[in-house]
Structures are given as C-alpha cells and as structure tokens.
C-alpha cells in the first residue's frame, strides 16, 4: 500500500509538472523561436527605418464572438504581437485595416470593449509608434459606413484615414480604401479631394525646381515614391498566380474576385498608380498572401490575417533594408502538442492502474509494460 501512495504520488507530481510545462510551451515558449527565424534576415542600422506591417485582426465583438474564441485567439494575438515587438524592435507598426470584426455594427458600449481589449493586445512603448488604417469590418462596407462610424474610428486612433506619413525620408501613403467607390458619396468625394492633393504635394516634391508652375503652397516632402498602405487590394482577377505556404488553398485561388468588394475598382486602382507611382502597395483583406506586380511596374504585397480564427498559419512583415516575411506558431502544431500530452498522461495513468491491479506493487512497471497483452486481468 505504502509503494502504490508513493507511485501514485510521483505520478501525479510528474504529470503535473508535464501539463505546466507543456502550457507553458504552447503559450509562451512557442513563439520566440518561431519569431526569431526573422531576426536575422531583419537587422538594420540606425538610419534605416524598421517597420513591422500585419492586418486583418479582427477582434470579435459581443455578437458573433464566443467566449472562448475571444480568450484563445486574441491571446494568440497578444503573445505573437508582444514578442514579434520584443524581439524585432520595430520603430513603427502599421496595421492594415479589420482591426474589429464588429465596427460596423458595435453599439457604443461594445465599441468601447472592443477599444479597451485591442489597446490592452497591443499595448507597446514610446518608442514605437502604431499606426492603424480602416478596413471594412471597423466602419461598414461603402454602401454602410457613415460619418458618425469613420469618425469614431479616427478619434479612438488621433488620425485621418488619408494622409502621408513621413519617416527616415520615407513617404507613407495611408488611404482609405472603403470610400474609393467612385460613386460620389460625401465621404468618398473627401477622401478623393485628399487623394488629389496629396499627389500634388508629391507631384511638386519630386520636382527639381520647386518655383514649378502649380505648386505654390505645396507641402514639401521628401523626393521619393510613397509607400502606398490599404485596407483593400489593388484590382487583381483572382489569386491564380499566388504561391507560398501563406497563399490562398489551392481549391479557392481560382475564385475570381468582385469589384469593390475583394478588390478595387479596375478605375480607382488605376487612379492610385497614375497619381502617386508607388514603390511598393501594401493590402490586406483577403486574409491570404499574394504578390502581384500591376503594370509592370508597381508591386504590392497582399499581407494575410494575424488572427488564426482566419488561418492557420498567420504572418506579418517586417521591412528594413529589405522585406521579410515572419510566420507566427501554427495553430494545428499547439492542438498537436496538447494532444500527444494528454495521450503520453493518459497512458500513464492506465499503466500506473494496470501495474498495480495485475501483478502488485513488488513488480516494476516496465515489466508490465513489456507483457502487456500476453495477461489477463482480473
């Protein structure tokens, strides 16, 4: 009796010890040597600026969002986010649209929740700077969102949703791509009106001569093509020629997209290109990867979904004196290793049971192990 306490004793306190260490894996471990396959493709000097792009967040809110979901992927997303900072040390963040599931429709209390939890996630330090771009999901689709919805979003992030931001001689363009409907909607004529005043500052930028006719009162910027970030892709059929282990499945690239609602308009999309020449687009919305170079000339980078709700693989990039690509934990590689733990401590305490109902406490449990199948128990 006193050496099954004692077997049963040490069993309890080794399993013990396994199912924390695993937890401890799977919830914090896990993503630093994940995260630090980028550190070394990522290393920049001080006069290169390092920026870290992720979209499609996608915080549920208090109708669709079980709270289970809610406390699994959005830890998920704050262990990734707040080690990839840890880790990487990026200057600026950019997030590119989606950052609610529910924006659209919150009601003022939820949209305050929903703040609270997305500023708790992605807390960070002064010293980097967060910049967060509209999506769909956080104002409405065109035809839904309104003043009241956008101008909500750019209180709780102090910005306008169309501008340029300047870093380390670097030009940002940041549009809102939801009101790029052509249609003449109030709030797609002001997103519009800025559009073309920002290319003109640039237009006038790039200049030689700064007495250029046309460009008196010009806001003077650095003389380089802007890095162009938006919620939407740039008009692409579909995802056919997309590849990578982050690319759309195969079964749903050949899908073809819809106009303004997938992708932009084929005219909007050329109306970015003819007004500001970018040297790179950023996207999100398609929660999948894709890299397509429009016109022969100006490359973008469809960057997929941070949440795993939305994939099982989810990334980020990370630019400094070129671009990487930085992959998060595999959601099917933790249910792997929570379930060969529970299978390794089930079978234990079945062997623990066996060894002591069958042969007695004098007889090791390995004995057991090896003539499992040639006994039978009573």
Known sequence: AYRRKLSTGWLAVVSLLGLVSVFFFCEYLIYYPVILRCVADGRSTGSTLRAMVLSDTHLLGAVGGHWFDKLRREWQMERGFQTALWLLRPEIVF??????????????????????????????????????????????????????????????????????????????????SVALHGDGCPICQSVEKELVKLSRDL?????????????????????????????????????????????????????????????????????????FKPRLILSGHTHSGCEVLHDNSYPEISVPSFNWRNRNNPSFILGSHSLSKCFLPEESTVIAVYSSAGALLLLAVMAHCLCFKSVGPLLPCLSLCALIGKHKYL
Request: with cysteine; net charge negative; hydrophobic share 35%.
């Open 203 to 275: 237009s006038c930028s790039l200049q030689v001569d700064s007495a250029v006719e046309g460009c008196e009162g010009a806001e003077s910027l650095p003389p380089t093509p802007p890095i162009m970030l938006q919620h939407y892709p740039l008009y692409r059929v579909s995802d056919a020629s997309c590849t990578g282990e982050d690319a759309a499945p195969p079964e749903e690239r050949h899908l073809l997209f819809r106009e303004k609602y997938d992708v932009l308009s084929k005219e909007a999309s050329q109306k970015l290109l003819q007004w």
């Open 95 to 176: 997030i590119l649209g989606d950052i609610f599931d529910e924006g659209k429709w919150s009601t003022p209390t939820n949209w305050e929740d929903d703040v609270r939890r997305f500023h708790r996630m992605f807390r960070h330090s002064t010293d980097t700077e967060l910049v967060v771009l509209v999506g769909n999901h956080d104002i409405g689709f065109h035809y839904e969102m309104d003043w009241s919805k956008l101008q909500r979003f750019e209180k709780v992030f102090n910005s306008t949703s169309t501008r340029i931001l300047t870093k380390k001689g670097i030009n940002f363009l940041l549009v809102n």
